[in-house]
């Protein structure tokens, strides 16, 4: 199994702010991730897919990177909409997701 | 646009068996690019695949689970469906159905609103 390692597990940040959401796979697995946001009480939302496909719709403050077996998820200046868990799952073999960031507001 | 909406019973005794069904619109569950899945969330947890059916019917099942897991479709009532054999309280979770790009990356796009089942005598 892929084992996808999410840090960090939680952040506190205030809109405007910059945030960097870090994923890394357990080996190698090219482009096949995509990540979620996923807000109380809500179905996950697909963001980005193959590392850095921005969904449509998505705004584009949200931007993906990395191959192989690290990757980061990047919030350019923080709206409140977008304080929410966000999760990246692997799809390179059976899916796994990661264990999810929580962004919370300072 | 395409929409998916679970359904089936919110609470299920220990050793019984969860069956949910999915009501899929906007696409058909027997053809195209898409498999058809069930991922779940205990609450205040994180996302956990279930398994999947491709559009011909073939499953694949988390490994975890794969023993008391059966994923079937319903081409006639464009819905697939989950049972999930002598449930105990850590199937206690939210469940969702969702659609699976299997042509390359594997994204899971749309999902359902969800619906919680709760293991409990």
């Known amino acids: 199994d892929i084992q996808m390692t999410q840090s960090p597990s939680s952040l506190s940040a205030s809109l405007g702010d910059s945030v960097t959401i870090t994923c890394r796979a357990s080996?190698?697995?090219?482009?096949?991730l995509n990540w979620y946001q996923q807000k109380p009480g809500k179905a996950p939302k697909l963001l980005i897919t193959?590392?850095?496909t921005l969904q449509s719709g998505v705004p584009s403050r949200f931007s993906g990177s990395g191959s192989g077996t690290e990757f980061t998820l990047t919030i350019a200046s923080l709206q409140p909409e977008d304080f929410a868990t966000y999760y990246c799952?692997?799809?390179?073999?059976?899916?796994?997701f990661g264990h999810g960031t929580k962004v919370e507001i300072k | 646009q395409v929409q998916l909406q679970e359904s089936g019973p919110g609470l299920v005794k220990p050793g019984q068996t969860l069956s949910l069904t999915c009501s899929v619109s906007?696409?058909?569950?027997?053809?195209?690019?898409?498999?058809w899945t069930w991922i779940r969330q205990p609450a205040e947890k994180g996302l956990e695949w279930i398994g999947h059916?491709?559009?011909?019917?073939?499953?694949e099942y988390s490994p975890s689970l794969q023993s008391r897991v059966t994923i079937s479709l319903d081409a006639s009532r464009n819905q697939f469906s989950l049972r999930l054999n002598s449930v105990t309280a850590a199937d206690t979770a939210f469940y969702y159905c969702?659609?699976?790009?299997?042509?390359?990356?594997?994204?899971?796009?749309?999902w359902g609103q969800g619906t919680l089942v709760i293991v409990s005598s």
């Open positions: 969702a659609r699976l790009e299997m042509a390359k990356y594997h994204w899971v796009d749309p």
């Open positions: 906007g696409d058909s569950v027997n053809s195209g690019i898409y498999s």
């Open positions: 059916i491709s559009p011909r019917g073939s499953t």
């Open positions: 080996q190698d697995i090219s482009y096949y």
């Open positions: 193959a590392s850095n």
């Open positions: 799952q692997q799809g390179y073999t059976t899916l796994e």
